[in-house]
């Protein structure tokens, strides 16, 4: 019955493929497997910056998946959120490791902020409505999550288009802070770090630079944070989970390893 409501909409309401412009559906076969892409996997921008987590993206940001991810931030298709939201899911798992179970708590997605200005004129908030969508498929396949959105701009931030990546850092640098309250509601699970998409790693750097002024890591056992004389480095290090990065991250990634295997004797 579904199905055949979306076809009479589509004669209606023209739907098409937020990734190709494909008639009649709003996800084509081929740009949703473009967007599931080989699986999540550890990317890396050149140059990274200073104090950048460990970030894990599922496709890049090329093709199909820049006219998704457009499609739905810039141009309204907010029925992308769910198969985006998939996607993002698969990475954030990825970036968490392995659950051991309720001991561990539940996954808690931190979204980077997007400016009120932005909000308003796009008329909703992109990476809040993705996460929360992952967050969810997350529920569903068994491993609890919920979106935590205490990170907020604490001044104005100029428009990123146009910068590279040292005029990234430095319209970001102390950009960002954790709204009053915050602080307590990150010590209940393992906390991930989520974006849309990552270009120089600018944001998420700085989002982590915020989190680590006030987040004590959940640790199992210890309910009150870090034993006396460590540090949260030691004890848990920050991850981060996008959708898309740049294809060059994706390669930078791959040559460091296969030059570490190189380098321990393996082939």
Excluded at 40 to 51: D, K, L
Excluded at 133 to 145: E, F, S, V
Aim: net charge positive; charged share 20%; with cysteine.
């Amino acid at each position: 019955m579904r199905g055949w409501w979306r076809e009479i909409a589509g004669l209606v309401l023209p739907v098409a493929c937020g990734g190709c412009g494909r008639p009649r559906t709003e996800l084509c076969p081929a740009c949703a497997d473009a967007l599931a892409g080989t699986g999540p996997r550890r990317v890396r921008p050149a140059p990274e910056p200073a104090g950048l987590p460990a970030v894990h993206a599922v496709a890049p940001y090329a093709d199909a998946v820049r006219e998704l991810l457009l499609a739905h931030k810039e141009r309204g298709a907010l029925t992308l959120a769910g198969p985006l939201g998939g996607a993002l899911a698969g990475a954030v798992a990825a970036a968490a490791g392995p659950w051991a179970g309720p001991a561990d708590g539940p996954l808690l997605l931190v979204p980077v902020p997007s400016s009120r200005r932005s909000v308003r004129a796009r008329g909703h908030d992109p990476t809040r409505r993705i996460a929360l969508a992952a967050a969810a498929r997350l529920r569903r396949a068994g491993r609890p999550a919920r979106v935590v959105p205490v990170l907020r701009q604490r001044r104005y931030v100029a428009d990123q288009a146009g910068l590279g990546a040292r005029g990234r850092l430095a319209n970001l640098a102390g950009a960002l802070e954790v709204v009053p309250g915050g602080a307590r509601l990150l010590t209940a699970g393992r906390v991930v770090l989520v974006d849309d998409l990552m270009t120089t790693g600018a944001s998420l750097a700085e989002a982590a630079r915020a989190l680590g002024a006030v987040h004590l890591p959940f640790i199992p056992g210890i309910p009150h944070g870090l034993p006396a004389g460590s540090t949260q480095h030691e004890i848990e290090q920050l991850a981060a989970a996008v959708i898309a990065s740049s294809p060059a991250s994706f390669e930078i990634n791959r040559n460091s390893l296969e030059t570490s295997i190189v380098a321990g004797g393996e082939r």
